[in-house]
């Protein structure tokens, strides 16, 4: 009995010293391992397909490519990555335009068994052209589907080569059962991607294109080695290749539980680690920066010029639920976060982190999303449109002027956001911070002046003698999404104009849209890439939605923007091409096919221990430049998870408490 | 014509409607003995629904002009009801606490401070008036749907019951198909292919539930034609349609009335749920419901808004539930037994 007691109280004691909310091995406390989670897996790992921002938090850390930006710098800015150095246009006299990639030297692929197709024992081998072009192949087969087909287009028989494909497979079932990498040798590849020797590329564009290069720092255009994509086929118990990415980059994936938890680890053969002492610029920490770097932390002398990547390892966890993920970041099982809704006003108060937070030594970054939100008018409505004229432009300037987009936004979002004043955001080319659209500010009175000039005093339509009606189509039928447009519905209502809300959801909305049937709208878009181009194209004519099926909803079209616009397009970052985007500017400013509202904003938290986090806004691999500091997180997760013992003696207790009588009655009616 | 023309004849109809049945009542002792004992029993929830139902008639009576055009000058040009005008000038910029003098958020002053019982909305309005406002809109679901489902579950049950034969087994059969088919995917089914509005709701609605007074009048119907005076009537020559009207209608009456009664609530309680699901009718409680979702997870938390509707839509339901069951215990002949 004594013993039995004894031994009980001492498991009970060993129980509660023990005790632990680690959810993680005590022996990798010591590392440098960064935790962090996700929600959802990406669909598909396969360089040339994946196009989601968490597809990418694995295939910009494992895929390395030509080139990529610059961590710090805004403006963002292109240095060579695998590439040896960032290439020229060299325009042809044909009128055609040249870039010619140099590979770096010795620079291998990740260990892995699938290289052994290419001779027998070999684990590795060297990253050639030859892979690049047979990734830009891939892009091009049809059978592959890669959704970013249309910026290669530019290149020199891009498209032939996706014809003669389909059509060489359609006809002869033999070709077709060749592997892809035989079948692309068969017809005779891409006549304008040309593989000099083992490292050197050209890629012939058949039009000057400059943004090509931003599309060769993404992962679309990795190096892919044919064998990886012959040996992962999904037969015999083999993975897909597009659920087993072959690393040329930082990391390697080690490990791959969709539903559970995907591991990178540092990868031993990428260039940085073999050769530390080439300084390259996508393996080094750089030591400049952009404005406001240096107060941040961020150039850090003990970061400065290291070799990367500083971390070991990257774990994310799967956690369906953002309260739990919370909380664990809260615990510091998380190393960074973004900030639920459910707890925005405990975390921020008054833009700025609570004290709470601060106590736990959290840092908030802010960092604006290169997207823009607006209102669009279509221009080929005969009231609002381009065949109203001069009275219709008074209008569109009238709205504007009611639109308070930062009261939007303080209402709706919590402040995250900063109202816009042309459709750049900040960190872009020809993004220009002091610029102040004459528009774009509240001014009820101008606006109620312009109104009456445009033939509607008061809002008062002449011909019906009644408030001017106009429709604004939303593509949101939840009662929320109606209180959002309401916001705008009100301010024009101040004007004396009568907008009618036509809440439908967004299939019926498409339709409207495809239709032509429609008058406003709210619309945004984010970057592919962090060119003034890929924004300004959203208002060319080619674009237009209901001719062309493009992404230009306001059908707005102007022979002068068009112009200026495929002349800016065709140029690199120069004053010229700064001059250009400053008309299209003013044509826009005065034009109003748009009522450009905010550029979003992105609030993560991040514990003190981890060092050199800047946002990227563009989606690029970026784990590469953090830094932690695990014995910092260690004492600090051991503060913060004391465990809570009293609730165990309370229950014990509570047990004892129940029983005691049930066992004096048994011993009292034994005797 | 325009709208706020037809809400007033709608109210004009109402009030005489009303008006009508009194009259009708004071002269049919049976009636006039049956509701004296409802208000006997259940005087609270009479006067309560009597409330909601004054509330609505002030919200539909309206008129043009006579408004101090404010911020809003589309307002000055369009209809407004006796309720609009009692909160004219109301409006704040953002959330407001009950009876608070500064703004929720960020604390800037408030324009009509402490004016406000139940708060403000995200958008500044005055939620008391929002839910004032939505009870117009619960009857007029209630009442519109009824109005749809009555007739023509009386018209399919009654013939059905009546004539019997061929007749009987479409409808039966028609019953037992409407009666298979989950009621809210046929009603969101509905309401996609008509179209987002008031009426396409209160069809959807409608066309949903008529299958259980249908049901119910078909069985009371094979019953009532049976009976002796029924027979009598046929023997003598009487027509069919004068039997109907005459003899089979009336005994009826009981079972519409608290048929009527009961689903007027599953009906508010219907739409509610639509708005959940972002299909419901603009500025019933069940969107403002809606709206307050995400308000329930912020922190501090916005509690008034959806108090404001829960307890309206809660206190109508409560209040007609009472009465309906009051009128069943008084007219069903068979818990009438029962009874001291």
């Known amino acids: 009995m004594d013993a039995w007691v004894r031994g009980w109280a001492a498991a009970l004691g060993l129980a509660v010293a023990a005790c632990s909310n680690n959810p993680y091995p005590d022996a990798d406390t010591s590392r440098k391992i960064l935790y962090t989670n996700y929600n959802e897996a990406p669909r598909t790992l396969d360089p040339a397909t994946a196009y989601t921002t968490s597809a990418h938090a694995i295939t910009g850390n494992v895929y390395d490519t030509l080139l990529e930006y610059h961590y710090l710098k805004r403006p963002y800015e292109l240095i060579p990555g695998l590439a040896e150095e960032v290439p020229r246009a060299e325009p042809q006299p044909d009128g055609s335009v040249v870039y010619r990639f140099r590979l770096r030297p010795d620079l291998l692929y990740q260990d892995d068994p699938a290289f052994a197709l290419g001779g027998e024992g070999r684990s590795t081998r060297q990253i050639v052209a030859a892979d690049v072009a047979h990734e830009l192949m891939r892009i091009g087969d049809p059978a592959v589907n890669s959704p970013v087909i249309e910026p290669f287009s530019n290149i020199v028989g891009f498209r032939a080569f996706s014809q003669s494909l389909a059509e060489r497979r359609e006809a002869d079932p033999a070709f077709a059962a060749k592997p892809p990498v035989e079948q692309y040798a068969g017809v005779g590849g891409i006549e304008g991607v040309r593989v000099r020797g083992e490292r050197e590329l050209e890629i012939v564009l058949a039009n000057p294109y400059p943004q090509i290069l931003y599309w060769f720092a993404m992962p679309f255009t990795t190096p892919v080695p044919w064998e990886a994509v012959a040996y992962y086929d999904g037969e015999e118990g083999r993975p897909h290749f597009s659920d087993r990415p072959v690393a040329s980059g930082p990391f390697v994936l080690e490990e791959y539980h969709k539903q559970a938890r995907m591991v990178l680890e540092a990868n031993p053969n990428w260039y940085g680690v073999r050769h530390p002492e080439w300084q390259a610029p996508g393996a080094t920490y750089p030591s400049e920066g952009a404005e406001g770097d240096a107060e941040a932390g961020l150039l850090d002398p003990a970061l400065m010029g290291r070799p990367l990547p500083f971390l070991e390892r990257i774990e994310f966890r799967r956690e369906k639920e953002s309260i739990p993920a919370f909380q664990k970041f809260l615990q510091g099982y998380y190393d960074a976060s973004g900030i639920i809704r459910e707890s925005f006003d405990t975390v921020i108060r008054e833009d700025r982190l609570s004290p709470e937070m601060e106590e736990l030594g959290v840092r908030l970054e802010k960092s604006v999303i290169p997207a823009v939100y607006y209102l669009g008018f279509n221009m080929d409505d005969p009231v609002v449109g381009r065949a109203g004229g001069e009275r219709a432009r008074k209008l569109r300037q009238a709205m504007s002027l009611a639109i308070d987009a930062e009261e939007w936004l303080r209402l709706f979002t919590n402040g995250r956001g900063v109202p816009a004043q042309s459709l750049l955001p900040p960190g872009l080319y020809g993004y220009d911070a002091d610029y102040e659209n004459p528009y774009r500010r509240v001014d009820l009175e101008r606006a109620r002046a312009l109104l009456a000039e445009a033939g509607f005093p008061d809002g008062i339509d002449p011909q019906t003698g009644k408030p001017l009606q106009l429709t604004f189509d939303t593509p949101d039928t939840s009662a929320q999404g109606k209180l959002r447009y309401s916001f705008y519905v009100n301010a024009w209502r101040k004007l004396g104009i009568d907008v009618r809300l036509e809440a439908t959801n967004y299939n019926q909305f498409q339709e409207k849209v495809r239709n032509g049937a429609y008058q406003i709208f709210p619309w945004g878009w984010v970057a592919d890439y962090p060119d003034p181009e890929n924004f300004y194209f959203l208002l060319w004519s080619e674009m237009a939605r209901t001719r062309n099926q493009g992404p230009n909803t306001a059908n707005f079209s102007d022979p002068g923007f068009d112009e200026r616009f495929l002349a800016m397009k065709a140029r690199e970052n120069d004053p010229e091409r700064l001059r250009l985007i400053q008309e299209m500017r003013a044509i826009l400013e005065e034009e109003r096919p748009w009522i450009e509202l905010f550029h979003p904003e992105d609030y993560a938290l991040f514990h003190g221990w981890l060092r050199g986090v800047k946002p990227a806004g563009i989606s690029n691999p970026t784990s590469k430049y953090r830094d932690l500091a695990p014995a910092l997180r260690a004492e600090e997760r051991a503060a913060w998870n004391q465990p809570v013992i009293w609730p165990a003696f309370a229950l014990a207790f509570l047990a004892v408490a129940v029983a005691l009588p049930g066992v004096v009655t048994f011993f009292r009616e034994r005797q | ?340």
């Open chain 2, 1 to 340: 014509m325009e709208p706020h023309v037809i809400s007033n004849v709608v109210v004009v109809l109402v009030l005489l409607a009303g008006f009508g049945i009194a009259a009708f009542v004071r002269r049919n002792r049976m009636w006039n003995d049956a509701l004296r004992e409802l208000w006997r029993r259940r005087p609270v929830a009479i006067v309560v629904v009597a409330i909601y139902a004054g509330v609505a008639l002030l919200d539909s009576a309206a008129w043009m002009g006579g408004v101090e055009s404010g911020e809003d000058v589309v307002a000055a040009h369009e209809a407004k009801s006796v309720l609009d005008r009692l909160f004219l000038g109301t409006q704040e910029k953002s959330y407001s606490a009950p009876f608070a003098d500064a703004e929720f958020y960020g604390g800037a002053d408030l324009a009509h401070p402490g004016s406000h019982p139940f708060g403000t909305d995200i958008l500044g309005r005055d939620v008391l008036y929002l839910t004032l406002k939505g009870a117009r809109v619960a009857l007029l679901i209630g009442g519109l749907t009824s109005l749809i489902a009555i007739p023509l579950a009386l018209l399919l049950g009654v013939s059905a019951g009546y004539f019997g034969g061929r007749l009987d087994d479409a409808v039966f059969f028609l019953i037992s198909t409407l009666a298979s088919i989950p009621g809210l995917l046929l009603l969101i089914a509905l309401i996609m292919v008509m179209g987002q509005s008031t009426f396409s709701v209160c069809i959807a609605l409608g066309v949903t539930s008529w299958v259980g007074l249908s049901r119910v009048t078909r069985g009371e119907t094979l019953k009532l034609r049976e009976l002796d005076y029924v027979k009598a009537a046929r023997a003598l020559g009487v027509s069919q349609l004068r039997i109907l009207v005459r003899h089979i209608l009336p005994n009826l009456m009981h079972l519409v009335i608290i048929t009527f009664v009961l689903m007027f609530s599953g009906l508010v309680l219907s739409e509610a749920i639509l708005s959940w699901l972002g299909i419901g009718v603009d500025g019933s409680w069940g969107q403002m419901i809606d709206q307050a979702r995400d308000e329930l997870t912020r922190s501090p938390i916005i509690w008034w808004n959806i108090l404001a509707s829960g307890t309206a839509l809660f206190g109508l339901l409560l209040a007609v539930n009472f009465v309906g069951d009051a009128l069943r215990d008084i007219l069903d002949p068979r818990t009438l037994r029962d009874q001291p």
